[in-house]
Every structure is written in structure tokens, then in C-alpha cells.
């Protein structure tokens, strides 16, 4: 072998051992992000802006990956998680979908219906209700044409489903003119829910009364009515302003 040869099969060499070596750094680096990183896994996000209590499609959002110790323990990582729920605020395009962001599942039978009702800290029983709690709801009737003036229970064993934030309403009969109110919603029957809303529209005041635990078993013996007679006085006629 000649010195040319000699030094071509040096330099041949020389490259081998630089690839190696080059693979071998390059090896170590990727080791070395994935331990930092660690796994990537699928996440959701927002395809396109999706405006409030909208329904999320699969047109409406697309995968990505990212490190699995970056994804927040409330992340959406099923798809089955997230088609046909829907957002409760404004989602902007590119946002992480995560499950907090959703309108919780309903859980009512396929007889009951959810209807939302403003209470305050004296009908909504000082803030103890709750959600899951189970209640009476009183109506109070006072200047209702063809109702007498009376305080009447309209349903029992009424499931609280929500119980959302306070808000401010104007109020003409306060002294400042507004009122701090909390929307409670409830789990009715179709015609209890419509008995509700009449009372909540036109009764003077929509009382929510706490029950015991396991108090929804025999309660016949409860009175459903009470006016002026009940207590030995005289009922106030109907439409009378006495």
C-alpha cells in the first residue's frame, strides 16, 4: 500500500470515528431533552373561536402533542372527552381545552327539568343550601287576583342542582335601590317547574325551606296551606287589599 492509499484509509477512519462520535453526542442530547421533557401525549385545542356554551364538533378543535409534565392534571387528553361538550365561556382559537373549561354533564332523569330561581341570604336559607341539598319550596301569595293571600307549598323533596355567585339586581323597594341575589337552580317535574316559575313571576316572595337528611319519606300529615284562619283571625278575600 502505497502513502496515498495509507492516508486515504487514515482519513476513511478518522470520518467513521467522527460520525460515531457525532451519533453518539447526538444520542446523549435527545436522551438528555426526553429526561427533561419527558413523554409527549395528545392534547385538544380550539380550532377556531368558539363562542360561550357552544357545542365543541371535530371541526372545532384539533390535536396536539406536548410533554406530558407541562399538561395541567385537568387537561383533555380523550377525545371522547370532548366532542359534544360544551365550553361555558368564550374560547379563543389555539387555546388548551381542559375539562374545567366545560358545562358539567347534567345528571337529570328523563322526567326532570332544571330551572334556575334568584334566592337572598333570607329565602335562600343564609347561603346553607347546596348543591345535592334537598328542599321544600314556599310560596307566599299576597296580591295575586284570584289567589287568596296565603303561604303555600308548592313542591317537596326538590333537588338543588347549582348554586352560582351573587349577583345585583336593581331593586326599587330597597333603600339603595338594588338587591344582591343568588340563582339557585333546581331539578322539578314539567309541572312543578311551571307551578315554580308562576310563584317566582308573581308571588310576593319564593322561599326555599331545608329538610333534615332522608326526610323524603311519608309527609302527609304536613300542611300544604296557611293564611289568616290558621291562626284564628279571618281569611283575606280574594283580590282584597285589607
Same mark, same amino acid.
Given at each position: ?6 492516508? #486515504? =484509509? ?10 460515531? =462520535?457525532?451519533?453518539?453526542a447526538?444520542?446523549?442530547f435527545?436522551a438528555s431533552?426526553?429526561?427533561?421533557? #419527558?413523554?409527549?401525549?395528545? !392534547? ?8 360561550? &356554551?357552544?357545542e ?12 406530558r409534565?407541562? /399538561? ?13 361538550? $360544551? ?12 375539562s ?6 347534567s ?21 346553607? %343550601?347546596?348543591?345535592?341539598?334537598y328542599?321544600?319550596?314556599y310560596?307566599?301569595f ?5 289567589? *287568596?293571600?296565603? !303561604?303555600?307549598?308548592l %313542591?317537596?323533596?326538590?333537588?338543588v342542582?347549582s348554586? $352560582? ?7 326599587e323597594?330597597?333603600?339603595t335601590?338594588q338587591?344582591?341575589?343568588?340563582p ?13 316559575t &308562576? ?5 310576593a316572595? /319564593?322561599?326555599?325551606?331545608g329538610?333534615?337528611?332522608?326526610? #323524603?319519606?311519608?309527609?302527609?300529615d ?14 283575606? *278575600?280574594?283580590?282584597?287589599? #285589607?
Amino acid at each position: 500500500m502505497n502513502p496515498r492509499q495509507r492516508r #486515504g =484509509v487514515l482519513f476513511i477512519i478518522l470520518a467513521a470515528v467522527m460520525a460515531l =462520535v457525532t451519533f453518539v453526542a447526538v444520542a446523549l442530547f435527545v436522551a438528555s431533552v426526553n429526561s427533561k421533557v #419527558g413523554d409527549l401525549v395528545t !392534547v385538544y385545542r380550539a380550532q377556531t373561536d368558539v363562542p360561550a &356554551y357552544a357545542e365543541l364538533t371535530r371541526d372545532s378543535i384539533v390535536e396536539d402533542e406536548i410533554p406530558r409534565r407541562w /399538561v395541567d392534571d385537568d387537561a383533555v387528553l380523550d377525545p371522547q372527552d370532548v366532542l359534544g361538550r $360544551r365550553v361555558a365561556y368564550n374560547v379563543t382559537a389555539g387555546t388548551l381545552l381542559s375539562s374545567d373549561m366545560f358545562v358539567p354533564p347534567s345528571d337529570l332523569a328523563p322526567d326532570e327539568r332544571e330551572i334556575a330561581i334568584n334566592v337572598d341570604s333570607v329565602t335562600g336559607i343564609a347561603d346553607r %343550601v347546596k348543591p345535592g341539598d334537598y328542599v321544600d319550596i314556599y310560596a307566599v301569595f299576597a296580591d295575586v287576583p284570584g289567589l *287568596p293571600k296565603q !303561604v303555600r307549598v308548592l %313542591v317537596r323533596d326538590v333537588r338543588v342542582v347549582s348554586v $352560582r355567585g351573587s349577583q345585583v339586581r336593581v331593586d326599587e323597594e330597597s333603600a339603595t335601590g338594588q338587591s344582591t341575589v343568588i340563582p339557585v337552580t333546581l331539578a322539578l317535574r314539567p309541572d312543578d317547574a311551571l307551578a315554580v316559575t &308562576y310563584a317566582s313571576a308573581f308571588a310576593a316572595e /319564593v322561599r326555599l325551606v331545608g329538610l333534615p337528611v332522608g326526610a #323524603g319519606g311519608e309527609r302527609r300529615d304536613e300542611s300544604r296551606d296557611f293564611d289568616a284562619e290558621d291562626l284564628g283571625g279571618q281569611a283575606i *278575600p280574594e283580590g282584597s287589599n #285589607g
